[in-house]
Nanobody, 113 residues
Framework: VQLQASGGGLVQPGGSLRLSCAASGSIFRDMAWYRQAPGKQRELVARITSGGNTNYADSVKGRFTISRDNAKNTVDLQMNSLKPEDTAAYVC??????????WGQGTQVTVSS
């Protein structure tokens, strides 16, 4: 199983970015985005089930939207109204129906003027 993330970059405060993650293998039960800022623990940003149920970290509610395409086995994260505190390495995550977990490589998001 491979998770290939893309879409990170440098953006000004208030701007938008869209992250995408393409997964190989079968359809996963859950897919998610986590992030880790320097000196901080990895935290869940948003999670989506195969049925489309979602949950978000309080810090991103109303600004970020997670979506997935089961046919393409992809999960996206639309990030709007970005803040400097959103700066982190964003990592794609997937859990299989058997409970196995997989992590992709990080994609850096930097929010700075």
């Amino acid at each position: 199983v491979q998770l290939q993330a893309s879409g990170g970059g440098l953006v000004q405060p208030g701007g938008s970015l869209r992250l995408s993650c393409a997964a190989s293998g079968s359809i996963f039960r859950d897919m998610a985005w986590y992030r880790q800022a320097p000196g901080k623990q990895r935290e869940l940003v948003a999670r989506i089930t195969s049925g489309g149920n979602t949950n978000y970290a309080d810090s991103v509610k109303g600004r970020f939207t997670i979506s997935r395409d089961n046919a393409k086995n992809t999960v996206d994260l639309q990030m709007n109204s970005l803040k400097p505190e959103d700066t982190a390495a964003y990592v794609c995550y997937a859990m299989s129906w058997r409970g196995s977990t997989y992590w992709g490589q990080g994609t850096q998001v930097t929010v700075s003027s």
